[in-house]
Every structure is written in structure tokens, then in C-alpha cells.
């Protein structure tokens, strides 16, 4: 079946370090890829999504690419805030008869120190 | 901005008592979901709802859920007699096609004593 799978956490980093947080999945067909994050307190947030192959997702200064040679999406930010802090989920739709259910990765805990 | 809502934020029940969680999607969105994550472990699908029925269920989603849109607003789901293990935060989402990018509601602590 598909699968989502992620880095393992927690990840702590000092304000202005370099980001990755790595996701790769598995599953039949073409799914579209997202990471949505958690803050505090809060519930999910879509941060970016990409839809085929190649595709880059950003937003807020994450970025992300569609691998599907290496079946990858991995989450990437050159300088990273305090207020990025916050729990990461990759997660895919895989199509076709799926009716829009998301597969999530087991999340990853950011915390960014000043 | 539009936004989903749940309510409440928070219901401590008692084990084998029927509990409804209630969730008010987008206005114009067609697909509505329920996912669950107990505590420390991954986001889990539930169950997805299109056009008054059932499309896609998971293994989780057993005889004791069920689900409902019982107006134009509200999506609702109902977990007849709770046990122990269904102590989670339970997550509403809805989309406007099941390929577009759902959009989470706050969720719903769900407590199991």
C-alpha cells in the first residue's frame, strides 16, 4: 500500500540554520505530494504541495521538488525563524480511486532556538 | 479566509458512552474527511465523504463509526461506544475536489476514561 516516510526527530536548530527535513514515499500511480505543518496548539496547515513530477512547491520560504526518480519530497529552508518551530507532515494523495485520502509521514518536531 | 471548524474542542467521555464530534466544513467544498492521531503517533485516515455517502473508508473505521451530513453545513462523526483506545485528537477536512489540497479544521481532543 502507499506509504509516507520521514526523518526521524526531533530536529533542534539555531535562528538562520539551513532546513531539511527528508520524505520519501512509496505507491502506485502518481500521487501529489504536500507538507503541512502543525503549530502549537493548532491543527494542520497546508505549507506547499506539488502535483507531478519535477513540480516545486514553496511558501513562506520552504521549498520543495517532486523526485519521482528517487521518490522523494524533501522539505527545505535556507534560514530558519523561531516561529518555524512546529511539527512537519509529509503526506500524499495518491489519485485515482483513492477519493482524496491522505497518507501521512509520521511528522517531524522542529524547535529553533534564538 | 474561510475555515474548518469542530466542536468541541475538547469532550472527556466515559468508555462504552456514544460520542458525536462535529465538524462544519468549507461552504462550497464536496469532500469531507475525518482523520484521527493518538497521541505522539502518525495523522490516520478515517474516512472519506462525497455526495451524501461513503466513498473510502480505512480498517480503523469499523461498525462502531459512523458518519452523517444531516444539514447543507454540518459533518458529523459518531463513535457509538468508546473505548480506550479511540482516545485521540480527531481532525476534520474538507476539499473541493478529492485531488485539490484539503484544509484542516482545529480538531477535537477526544478523552476515553
Known amino acids: 500500500g502507499d506509504s509516507v516516510t520521514q526523518m526521524?526527530?526531533?530536529?533542534t536548530l539555531s535562528e538562520e540554520a539551513f532546513l531539511t527535513i527528508n520524505c520519501t514515499y512509496t505507491a502506485t500511480g502518481y500521487p501529489s505530494l504536500?507538507?503541512?505543518v502543525q503549530y502549537p496548539?493548532?491543527?494542520l496547515q497546508l505549507l506547499l504541495k506539488a502535483t507531478k513530477a519535477d513540480?516545486?512547491?514553496s511558501n513562506k520560504g520552504f521549498e520543495a521538488t517532486y523526485r519521482k526518480e528517487t521518490t522523494s519530497f524533501h522539505l527545505e529552508k535556507g534560514s530558519v525563524q523561531v516561529s518555524d518551530s512546529a511539527v512537519y507532515f509529509c503526506a500524499l494523495n495518491a489519485g485515482g480511486t483513492s477519493y482524496g485520502k491522505l497518507t501521512f509521514g509520521q511528522g517531524t518536531i522542529l524547535t529553533v532556538h534564538p | 479566509e474561510p475555515e474548518v471548524t469542530q466542536t468541541p474542542s475538547h469532550q472527556v467521555t466515559q468508555m462504552g458512552q456514544e460520542v458525536i464530534l462535529r465538524?462544519?466544513?468549507i461552504s462550497n467544498h464536496l469532500y469531507f474527511y475525518w482523520y484521527r492521531q493518538i497521541l505522539g503517533q502518525k495523522v490516520e485516515f478515517l474516512v472519506s465523504f462525497y455526495n451524501n455517502e461513503i466513498s473510502e473508508k480505512s480498517e480503523i473505521f469499523?461498525?462502531?463509526f459512523s458518519v452523517e451530513r444531516p444539514d447543507g453545513?454540518?459533518?458529523?462523526?459518531?463513535?457509538?461506544s468508546t473505548k480506550l483506545e479511540d482516545s485521540a485528537m480527531y481532525f476534520c477536512a474538507s476539499s473541493l475536489l478529492a485531488k485539490n489540497e484539503?484544509?484542516?479544521g482545529p480538531g477535537t481532543r477526544l478523552t476515553v476514561l
Open chain 1, 8 to 11: 526521524e526527530g526531533p530536529v
Open chain 1, 34 to 36: 504536500f507538507w503541512y
Open chain 1, 41 to 43: 496548539g493548532e491543527g
Open chain 1, 55 to 57: 513540480d516545486k512547491g
Open chain 2, 23 to 25: 465538524c462544519v466544513p
Open chain 2, 62 to 64: 469499523d461498525d462502531q
Open chain 2, 73 to 80: 453545513s454540518n459533518f458529523t462523526l459518531k463513535i457509538r
Open chain 2, 102 to 104: 484539503q484544509f484542516f
